[in-house]
């Protein structure tokens, strides 16, 4: 037998992780990284942290799992917590973000076959998306990487430019149900929506009848410096999918809606035998006290200022850095063309025990823990100047 017992369908490194302590990964013969990917932007306490394990541990005494055909008071609590806080009026509890991302699709095309209009299927999704690897995510994107082998996709998708409200209207017709768009491209190169884009196709909604759907999957949740990135263009969305940082490491996500964009999903439209049980909301409690609490968004901001700002005094010292792209500690470092950014993210990982996410258009991520302190940027700023100049002698060599 050739194939190894984990499908290989990952691209695995020799980092192998046994424990974590903070900001940083220990692997299992002692090496210590310091974790600037979080997980790709999962673990927004880090690792261990003391609140996230006890509550862990006394919810896992009391109840873990029941069926959703019963009452769930943490549930109910944690929604509740969610919509006081956000644009929402309910909350479907998933286990990744590709199911919550699946939901809000789902969510879309029956609230038009509530309102008699089920021919308006049709959802408009963007170049260097990533929604997930459901059929129906991988169908929303244009990405040869993900849909290759995985044909005929499902249909009811139309993908243009990113950032291109004149392609994104032209694009909408008769049989239109809303679109799909990340507020912040992770995967697709740490990109915003500018803001005209995404007010545009605001309006759009609003004028035709429309939803929009934001995937803050990875831009939610403290991680772009408000809660939610949306807050930062001064909009809302009709329905959105939120996971990664929700459970902080936990296998956690959601899909929040307005009662307008929810008005289709009844008893028997949609379900999740593990989404929401009681071991996930316990979690999602502990990690929303922490994100919410005093001071924490706060810091996302300012410490978010001191490491972009220290990145982009890296630029003039390194001939390989190009520009500094993103949001609060959602940041990417454009590398220019003839350096490949995965191999550089690679050296990094190897030689300088500094742990980054490569990403589209030739961009290292920078996805810290959210409870990064000055001395996690000093050392993250030394690892990555001295990563960029033996890579170019390794170059030049």
């Known amino acids: 037998m050739s194939i190894t017992p984990l499908m290989p369908v990952y691209p695995r490194c020799d980092v192998r992780p046994v424990r974590g302590e903070g900001c940083y990964l220990i692997g299992e013969r002692g090496e210590r990284y310091l974790d600037f ?4 932007a999962v673990n927004l306490l880090g690792h261990g942290h003391p609140k996230l ?30 919509v006081d806080t956000t644009f929402a009026d309910t909350v479907f509890f998933t286990n990744s973000g590709a199911e919550a991302v699946e939901c809000a699709i789902k969510t879309a095309r029956r609230y038009h076959y509530a309102n008699g209009q089920a021919h308006r299927h049709k959802i408009i999704s963007f170049d260097n998306a990533f929604h997930g690897r459901t059929l129906g ?19 009811g998708f139309t993908v243009v430019p990113f950032n291109d409200l004149e392609a994104a209207t032209a694009a909408v017709d008769d049989n239109t149900a809303g679109f799909l768009v990340e507020t912040v491209q992770g995967e697709g190169g740490v990109t915003p929506a500018t803001q005209e884009f995404l007010s545009g196709l605001r309006k759009l909604c609003d004028e035709q009848g429309m939803l929009l759907i934001l995937d803050e999957v990875q831009c939610g949740y403290a991680r772009t410096g408000t809660f939610f990135a949306y807050e930062q263009y001064g909009l809302t969305p009709d329905i959105m999918a939120v996971a990664k940082g929700i459970g902080a490491g936990f296998p956690l996500g959601a899909c929040l809606a307005t009662e307008e964009a929810a008005k ?3 008893f028997g439209t949609h379900g999740s035998t593990y989404g929401g049980n009681p071991l996930a909301m316990a979690v999602g409690m502990a990690v929303l006290d922490e994100v919410l609490g005093d001071g924490f968004l706060d810091h996302v901001n300012s410490i978010g200022a001191r490491l972009r700002s220290a990145l982009e005094q890296l630029i003039p010292n390194h001939d390989m850095f190009e520009d500094v792209r993103g949001l609060g500690l959602m940041l990417g470092v454009k590398l220019k063309d003839d350096v ?10 190897d030689d300088h025990g500094l742990l980054t996410v490569g990403a589209g258009q030739n961009v290292v991520r920078i ?19 001295a990563g960029a100049r033996s890579f170019a002698e390794a170059a030049a060599a």
Not at 37 to 40: N, V
Not at 137 to 155: C, H, N, V, W, Y
Not at 341 to 349: E, P
Not at 375 to 385: D, F, N, P, Q, R
């Open 264 to 266: 289709g999903m009844v």
């Open 367 to 385: 996805l810290p823990p959210l409870v990064i302190d000055e001395s996690h940027v000093a050392e993250c700023i030394e690892k990555l100047s």
């Open 340 to 349: 490949d950014s995965r191999s550089f993210v690679a050296h990094l990982r």
């Open 53 to 82: 394990v006890k509550a862990i541990a006394d919810q896992a005494a009391r109840l873990m799992h029941t069926s959703n055909l019963y009452g769930m008071p943490l549930g109910e609590k944690f929604a509740q917590r969610l």
């Open 37 to 40: 990917a979080s997980g790709i």
């Open 137 to 155: 995510t991988i169908s929303a994107t244009s990405q040869p990487k993900m849909r290759d082998g995985f044909e005929p996709l499902l249909p």
